[in-house]
Each structure stands twice: as C-alpha cells, then as structure tokens.
C-alpha cells in the first residue's frame, strides 16, 4: 500500500462516522471497493487516500468530503470566558468549551466525574495561572472549532442527562451535548446567567402543590422562558439490600441505630428529605449523618452500597443499579427549563426530538424508575 508523504498533515473523522452508522470495518472496505486493512490504515492516519477513494468514502458514510478530512489547525486557539474559581494546581489546565448564545464558555474539568473525561481544550501555559472567574483566557483548542457551536449545555442533576447525551450522538453525529452536574437550584441560577441551554430541575412547592414552575418565576423573573418535562421518577429512599436495619420510612431516621447520607443544600432530594422529616417531626439535628454530604444520586448509592451510611435520599435508578433496595415515597416531574432564544437553535432541537424519540425512552424505562409518558410535554411558557 503506497502511503502519502503527507500523511500527518490530515485529521479524519472516518472512524468516527463509521461507528455511529454501525458500520464495520469490513462492511466499509465493501461498500467503497477497499480492503479492510486500507480503511484502517485511513482510520488511524497511516494512509492519505486520493480523492476517488475520498469520494468514495465520503458517499458509503453519506457526508461531505470535507466532514471526513480536513488540514488540521496549527494549534488553533480561541479566546473564552472562564467559568472555573482560580485554580492552585500548576500547570495546564483542562476545559470544556461551547457556545452558549454569543459568548464562548469554559469550564474546567474537575472532580471524579470528569476524571477521564476529554477535554476539548487546554489553557495556555501562560495563561493557566490566570484562569479565574469570568476572565476571558486563551486555550488551545483539542477538538474542531465546529463542534462548539454544535454543542448544547445542560445543567442538572439526573444521571439520564448523559444518557440524552449519547443518544443524540448516535443519531446526529455533529452534534453533542455537554453535562454539567449540579444542583436544581443552582441549575436555575446558571441558566439565569446564561451559562446553559437548558437547566434541568425537580423542585417541589409545597405551597402551591406544583413542581419546577414555581421555582423557576421566583428564581428567574424577567426571564422568557419555557417548561419540557423530560420524565417522571421514583423518589425515595435507599437501603442496602434486604434492609437489615428494617426501614420502612421517614418516620425511622430519628432512630440512633440508623444513620444517613445526604444531598448538599439545594438538591431536590435534600428538599425533599427535610419535608419528610418536618412531617414527622424529627428535628434534623436528632438525624445521624444529616450534614454528610454528597453531590449526586450515584454518591448517595455508593455511600449506601458500601455501608457508609444505612440510608439516604434518591432515586430509583440510581439504587437498581448498585443493587440496593428502595423505600418509593414520591414521583416526581423532572423538567427542562430552556430560555426561548435557545429554543430553535439547532442542537437545542436536536435534543428534544432526541427526548421525545422512542428509542431513548425505551431506554430510559429500562433503568428503573423513570416514566416517559409526559416526555416532551410543555408545561409552561413564561413571558416578562
């Protein structure tokens, strides 16, 4: 196989295609009149194909040439505003970046959820000990600059977010959405500040009985904005399996021989858990392990799963898969609050249909505890 002298000089995105049409190797050589070795040789850069077998290849993956190949960047860098509180580590630091309306965002990439997560880009030395809130930094950029503006940014706390994720990926391979965990609350007041496309939130109002739209016209008045719920789910209570401390509710967490985990200060769940323990009447102070806290349903499971903890506040989904069992007390209604002016933008679009596609939510179903049956409805359109 005659291999191009230029052969480091083009990025593909081949493989990349390939797989998310479900494509093998062999099923691609066939279809472009290749051996399986000539496609991986494209694949992994070893081999610069003329132009009939870029046509080729571009027609079989059913895109543009110029998605499949492209001269890479010599280093591309991009100006962004700094999300991240000033950074003690030395060195480089990792972001994620996308577009959010006409400002260029990025968040650095820290805590055990995104270990191992890519990043899109890196700060440059110089600027790494400059990286502070809301300063615009220069990173250089790991990813093609299309990409940021085919990104949709989502806050929240359900764990199904990163499973919309890669749904939409699959089936619109440009397109990616962007998790960034956090609490209800705090989802909301980023969306105000327009770091977000869609902030997902699960906040009851006791006063009016409804969830999320209550919250949100406090939180974001003045804000155009409307309400899509994404699913319903089982809130309650996790134990390790076959409960050997006999919890059968809220009434048991005063107990001394029962101690808890617990979701930081405006989660839904830890709203939720203080409601119960009012109804009651346990005082939070009589309640073992109540200030312990943790940032995710999957970190309540985990305290739960590896005896920690007897108990904590959570969902089903969440607890099946740890294999621990469930004390059910409440569905709620998870929903995704989305500011008009992002309603129509392209990725924002994608993700609905995406949520509202039969396959995600069979999938979702799957997991446990999560109902789809109202996915996709508006539950409310908010105008200043």
């Not at 494509?23 to 132009?51: D, F």
């Not at 503006?149 to 706390?157: A, E, S």
């Not at 001394?256 to 102070?285: F, K, P, Y």
């Amino acid at each position: 196989m005659e291999k191009h002298p230029q052969k480091a000089a083009l990025d593909n995105q081949v493989r990349q295609r390939r797989q998310s049409l479900g494509l093998s190797q062999q099923a691609l050589a066939r279809l472009c009149g290749l051996t399986r070795q000539a496609v991986h040789a494209i694949e992994v850069g070893q081999y610069v194909p003329s132009t009939a077998v870029a046509l080729r290849l571009a027609r079989a993956l059913g895109c543009p040439v110029d998605e499949l190949f492209r001269l890479p960047d010599d280093q591309a860098c991009v100006e962004a505003e700094w999300l991240g509180e000033t950074s003690a580590v030395a060195g480089r630091l990792r972001a994620g970046l996308a577009r959010v309306g006409d400002r260029l965002l990025a968040r650095p990439l820290t805590g055990t959820g995104a270990a191992y997560t890519a990043a899109d880009g890196l700060t440059v030395p110089t600027m790494a000990a400059q990286a502070q809130l809301g300063r615009r930094i220069a990173i250089e950029l790991l990813i093609d600059a299309r990409l940021l503006d085919n990104t949709v940014v989502v806050l929240g706390c359900d764990p199904a977010i990163a499973l919309l994720g890669a749904h939409l990926t699959r089936r619109y391979p440009t397109f990616r959405l962007m998790w960034t965990h956090s609490t209800s609350l705090a989802a909301l007041h980023m969306l105000g500040q327009g770091e977000a496309h869609a902030a997902g939130t699960h906040l009851w109002d006791q006063e009016s009985g409804d969830y999320n739209v209550p919250y949100v016209r406090r939180e974001l008045p003045g804000h155009r904005l409307v309400v899509i719920t994404l699913s319903q789910w089982q809130q309650g209570l996790m134990v390790r399996r076959g409960n050997p401390k006999g919890i059968i509710g809220p009434a048991d967490l005063g107990r001394r021989d029962i101690s808890i985990v617990n979701r930081e200060q405006g989660a839904g769940s830890r709203m939720l858990l203080d409601m119960w323990l009012h109804q009651q009447g346990i005082a939070t102070s009589r309640v073992r392990g109540y200030r312990r806290e943790v940032a995710s349903h999957l970190a309540v499971a985990e305290a739960v799963a590896t005896g920690a903890a007897d108990t904590g506040p959570g969902i089903l989904a969440a607890a099946r898969l740890l294999g621990l069992d469930f004390l059910p007390l409440r569905e709620e209604r998870y929903d995704l609050v989305i500011p008009l002016a992002f309603l129509n933008v392209p990725p924002v679009q994608a993700l609905l249909e995406i949520a509202a596609s039969v396959p995600f939510r069979q999938e979702l179903e799957a997991l446990g505890g999560y109902d789809t049956t109202q996915t996709g409805t508006v539950v409310a359109e908010m105008m200043p």
